[in-house]
């Protein structure tokens, strides 16, 4: 008989009924009385579980002992259109075998109801229970949707390297990787590690983005983009920062700001609707159980028109709105997330494009408008998330280029490579960059960000 997955079952039900399944999987419950008990089994292919009768004629109550919750089984038997409320088909279990035990003493899940909190401290487990189940597969079908979207536009998925030489941001704030011995390191004459003798034979480290080489790929291929993960630093304990993410970097040859924002605003709808479409039984659970206006808020958001304006007129609205924030808000300062979901869901009550930055609080590479103060720099702002895409039309002319990294004290060893698509066929070209988690945070309706990355890795936290 051929193992059928649970959603397969539930997928088309009447395809299945009358048939003989076998069903493997790890046992959510199991309850009932001496003359039939009942296994709630999940796959993990579905956040819904599939219901087995054991009718207890056919079985010994010492080998329905082991079936515990948490533990693993695989069952064969008929197909029924169930009787009870809460399920359309049930299996009558003809025969099981036990996998794996779990000890109820010692499960750690054994109990239903643990708070996140709690799971964060077994976040070995938690991919077995119901929320993180269903966070996990909404997070695939996201990065599925990424794929198919650009492969639809025609752009080209580029590789681009996650140990590198050249710090992107410029926000110094990378993981250094080397071999050299820690408690031994060979030093120059001048009394200075001598990375000569590092694996690279310089210093090198993970990479913040893939922009840059991301550039390379662009004014080679046209449309690129890259979707890996990405390494930071900084000591920031927030809901809204890992120190690795995933990131989705696009980056096309001949596109301008509005441009940009237009491939943002529509790539971010459509990885959106794909989650409601194909994600429908996982995000009605995580509403119900975190987030009653989780689906409206999504739709909302792919039938809004972004509302597009400038840094200026943004801190305009923010002075004025006589709000207090905790953090001063005042032209030239960096805008922290208060102040960005403030516009959004205050103010505009609609995802929010702000654009033109002051030069100061962005990278080197944005392109320098005419005012000398401002940058083509575009940050998408959403509910709930604050920024979500950071993103720039690029500084295609390699004078103004030259003199910003000159300016900023940028080693020009690290950049003449990268200052070569401006030496050579430069052309006027645009990207961003997408938090690949707090896109899933936002569709998940999940409030941390540790609880929407199987693996999260923070300050003083690298478990498993
Ligand atoms: O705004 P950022 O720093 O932009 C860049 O890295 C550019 N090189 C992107 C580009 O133009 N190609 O980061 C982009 C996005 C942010 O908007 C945010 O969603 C996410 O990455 N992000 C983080 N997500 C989780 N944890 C962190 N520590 C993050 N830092 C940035
Ligand atoms: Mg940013």
Same mark, same amino acid.
């Given at each position: 008989m051929q193992h059928v997955k649970i959603a397969r079952i539930?997928?088309?039900?009447?395809?299945?009924?009358?048939?003989?399944?076998?069903?493997?999987?790890?046992?959510?419950?199991?309850?009932?009385?001496?003359?039939?008990?009942?296994?709630?089994?999940?796959?993990?292919?579905?956040?819904?579980?599939?219901?087995?009768?054991?009718?207890?004629?056919?079985?010994?109550?010492?080998?329905?002992?082991?079936?515990?919750?948490?533990?693993?089984?695989?069952?064969?038997?008929?197909?029924?259109?169930?009787? !009870?409320?809460g399920q359309v088909c049930e299996v009558q279990a003809a025969e099981f075998e036990v996998y794996g035990t779990a000890d109820p003493l010692t499960y750690p899940l054994q109990k239903k109801?643990?708070?996140?909190?709690?799971?964060?401290?077994?976040?070995?487990?938690?991919?077995?229970?119901?929320?993180f189940g269903a966070v996990l597969r909404v997070r695939s079908a996201l990065a599925f949707a990424i794929h198919k979207f650009f492969n639809e536009k025609?752009?080209?998925? @580029?590789?681009?390297?996650?140990?590198?030489?050249?710090?992107?941001?410029?926000? !110094?704030?990378?993981?250094?990787? =080397?071999? @050299?011995?820690?408690?031994?390191?060979?030093?120059?004459?001048?009394?200075?590690?001598?990375?000569?003798?590092?694996?690279?034979?310089?210093?090198?480290?993970?990479?913040?983005?893939?922009?840059?080489?991301?550039? @390379?790929?662009? =004014?080679?291929? !046209?449309?690129?983009y890259t979707f890996g993960p990405t390494f930071r630093a900084e000591n920031s304990n927030t809901p809204r920062h890992l120190s690795e993410f995933w990131m989705i970097e696009p980056e096309m040859a001949f596109y301008d700001i509005n441009d940009n924002m237009a491939l943002a605003e529509e790539f971010i709808k459509y990885c959106i609707s794909y989650a409601l479409d194909h994600c429908k039984d996982d995000i009605a659970f995580l509403a119900k159980m975190y987030d009653e206006d989780l689906e409206n808020r999504l739709r909302f958001v792919?039938?809004?028109?972004?509302?597009?304006?400038?840094?200026?007129?943004?801190?305009?609205? @923010?002075?004025?709105? !006589?709000?207090?924030?905790?953090?001063?808000?005042?032209?030239?300062?960096?805008?922290?997330?208060?102040?960005?979901?403030?516009?959004v869901e205050e103010h505009f009550k609609k995802p929010v494009i702000l654009t033109d930055y002051p030069k100061e609080i962005k990278a080197f590479y944005m392109k320098?408008?005419?005012d000398g103060k401002t940058v083509r720099a575009?940050?998408?702002?959403?509910?709930?998330?604050?920024?979500?895409?950071?993103?720039?039309?690029?500084?295609?002319?390699f004078d103004k280029l030259n003199k910003r990294i000159e300016e900023l004290n940028?080693?020009?060893?690290?950049?003449?490579?990268?200052?070569?698509?401006?030496?050579?066929?430069?052309?006027?070209?645009?990207?961003?960059?997408?938090g690949f988690e707090r896109l899933v945070l936002f569709v998940t309706g999940m409030t941390n960000i540790r609880d929407v990355i199987?693996?999260?890795?923070?300050?003083?936290?690298?478990?498993?």
């Open positions: 539930f997928a088309d039900p009447q395809k299945h009924i009358g048939k003989n399944v076998e069903v493997k999987g790890w046992v959510r419950t199991r309850r009932g009385n001496k003359q039939v008990q009942f296994v709630a089994l999940n796959d993990g292919s579905s956040i819904n579980n599939l219901q087995i009768v054991f009718d207890m004629s056919k079985f010994t109550d010492d080998e329905m002992k082991q079936i515990t919750t948490g533990a693993s089984i695989r069952v064969t038997g008929s197909l029924v259109e169930s009787m !009870g409320k109801g643990h708070t996140l909190e709690f799971l964060r401290e077994k976040a070995h487990l938690r991919p077995r229970t119901n929320t025609g752009f080209f998925y @580029l590789h681009t390297p996650l140990i590198t030489a050249s710090d992107c941001e410029g926000a !110094g704030a990378m993981f250094q990787v =080397t071999t @050299l011995p820690l408690n031994n390191l060979p030093k120059t004459e001048d009394g200075q590690v001598d990375y000569s003798q590092d694996f690279f034979g310089k210093p090198t480290a993970l990479t913040v983005s893939g922009q840059l080489e991301g550039e @390379l790929g662009a =004014t080679a291929l !046209g449309e690129i792919v039938n809004s028109d972004f509302v597009r304006l400038t840094y200026t007129e943004g801190v305009k609205i @923010l002075e004025e709105s !006589g709000h207090k924030f905790e953090f001063p808000v005042y032209w030239g300062a960096d805008l922290q997330s208060e102040h960005e979901r403030f516009l320098q408008n005419e575009m940050d998408v702002l959403f509910p709930k998330i604050g920024e979500i895409i950071g993103g720039s039309e690029r500084e295609a002319d940028i080693p020009m060893k690290d950049m003449w490579w990268y200052l070569d698509t401006r030496r050579f066929g430069s052309v006027p070209h645009s990207g961003f960059g997408l199987p693996f999260p890795r923070t300050p003083k936290n690298a478990e498993f």
